[in-house]
């Protein structure tokens, strides 16, 4: 489960949330966890009205739909999940076998179109701001008058100078976020968790389960409001400990990425482990079929929020009880490319 979606708006819930609990100052009531479902006129919470929604259909019949989504993996083993994902009805699992010879072997939940042959995924990609920038570069030394150019070549001098505002940091694109701040506060969430290891007895430990937990060591209740302060600004306290701090320390490579692309061309993160074509969108027989990948926390969350069993007591109640998620791998942390969404698209269809 994600809590930073690479946009300001999430980060200033994090320094908001961190800020209040740092200064000990009053925080706002915690929302209930279905508080984006609930009805405005009945709770006060401007959520969608599920419940009323599906009083409205009461008694009809509905059709299953496949949703495909198309993220950075899920957790296929996830309790509120398992009951909801795609099993490719042609195909047989583990036999190594393309039993429906749609030419992707063993895609059983889907398929994983950042992955390799040899079994390693992609975990994290540069951007794509610095890809265009370096790819350009030297053909664009000296910018053509666009008024004589061809649509074509307009059109890329336009978008390497979008590049180029992004990668020298004259476009922040909403990012104007104190990155040196943002690092004093990883470090501190990551010395509060090593105290609330100890504390608890256990190395992973969900916000529910911190939230349950009381302390009299002042020390280790400065370390729970800390945390459990930003998971409930996030309505997230399902999340563990060890997925949080690692979607934070994933973000914050990120923007070192960022930063690095100024000076240097980015690592071929993508080419080193897929060894496709990526100029033929028509060799689109690569990847894997392992759509968990080790870090599939963006494309669980937004299962989840899609379709978790619902009425089940576990979890969250999806939107929509009768859907199949179908997961086609194809979202790194950072920028995707366009020929894995092009034929990630292509498979689901």
Same mark, same amino acid.
């Given at each position: /489960?994600?809590?930073?979606? %690479? ?34 006129? +009945?709770?006060? %919470?401007?959520?969608?009205?599920? @419940? ?12 299953? $739909? ?40 063993? @895609? ?9 042959? @040899?079994?390693?995924?992609?975990? +994290?990609?540069? %951007?794509?701001?610095?890809?265009? &920038? ?6 664009? *030394? *000296? #910018? ?13 001098? !336009? ?13 922040? =694109? ?5 990155? $040196? ?22 190395? !992973? ?13 002042? @020390? ?48 071929? &993160? ?5 060894? =496709?074509? +990526? ?12 759509? /968990? ?12 929020? #899609? ?15 009768? $859907? ?6 194809? $979202? ?12 990630? #698209?292509?498979?689901?269809?």
């Amino acid at each position: /489960m994600r809590i930073f979606f %690479y946009a300001s708006f999430s980060i200033l819930i994090l320094l908001t949330s961190v800020g209040a609990t740092a200064q000990g100052t009053k925080t706002k009531p915690d929302l209930p966890e279905n508080w984006h479902q609930l009805d405005k006129a +009945e709770t006060g %919470y401007y959520g969608i009205s599920l @419940d009323k929604a599906y009083q409205s259909v009461k008694g009809k019949k509905s059709k299953t $739909v496949l949703v495909a989504v198309i993220d950075s993996g899920v957790d296929t083993t996830h309790e509120d999940l398992k009951g909801v994902l795609w099993h490719n009805p042609g195909e047989i699992p583990g036999n190594n076998i393309d039993d429906d010879k749609n030419g992707y072997v063993d @895609d059983v939940y889907g398929w994983n179109f950042i992955g390799g042959k @040899d079994g390693r995924n992609v975990k +994290e990609d540069s %951007y794509e701001a610095a890809r265009v &920038y370096y790819k350009l570069k030297d053909k664009y *030394t *000296t #910018i053509p008058d666009t008024t004589t150019a061809s649509p074509q070549e307009k059109a890329e001098v !336009i978008i390497f100078l979008k590049a180029k505002d992004k990668v020298e940091g004259k476009d922040k =694109d909403g990012d104007g976020m104190d990155i $040196v701040f943002l690092k004093k506060i990883n470090a501190t969430l990551h010395k509060s968790d090593s105290i609330l290891k100890i504390a608890l007895a256990k190395q !992973i430990f969900t916000g529910n389960e911190l939230n349950a937990f009381t302390s009299t060591d002042a @020390d280790v209740n400065k370390a729970k409001a800390a945390f459990l302060g930003i998971l409930k600004a996030n309505n997230t306290l399902e999340q563990s400990n060890k997925e949080f701090l690692d979607e934070f320390d994933e973000y914050l490579a990120g923007t070192d990425r960022k930063d690095e692309a100024k000076n240097k061309p980015p690592r071929e &993160y993508r080419k080193e482990i897929v060894q =496709d074509d +990526e100029s033929d969108i028509n060799d689109k027989f690569y990847g894997n079929n392992d759509v /968990m990948a080790g870090t599939p926390f963006h494309g669980t969350h937004c299962s989840g929020i #899609i379709a978790a069993s619902r009425n089940n007591g576990v979890g969250i109640n999806g939107i929509a009880d009768n $859907v199949k998620i179908m997961m086609v791998r194809a $979202v790194p942390d950072g920028d995707e490319h366009d020929k894995d969404i092009a034929n990630a #698209i292509r498979y689901a269809v």
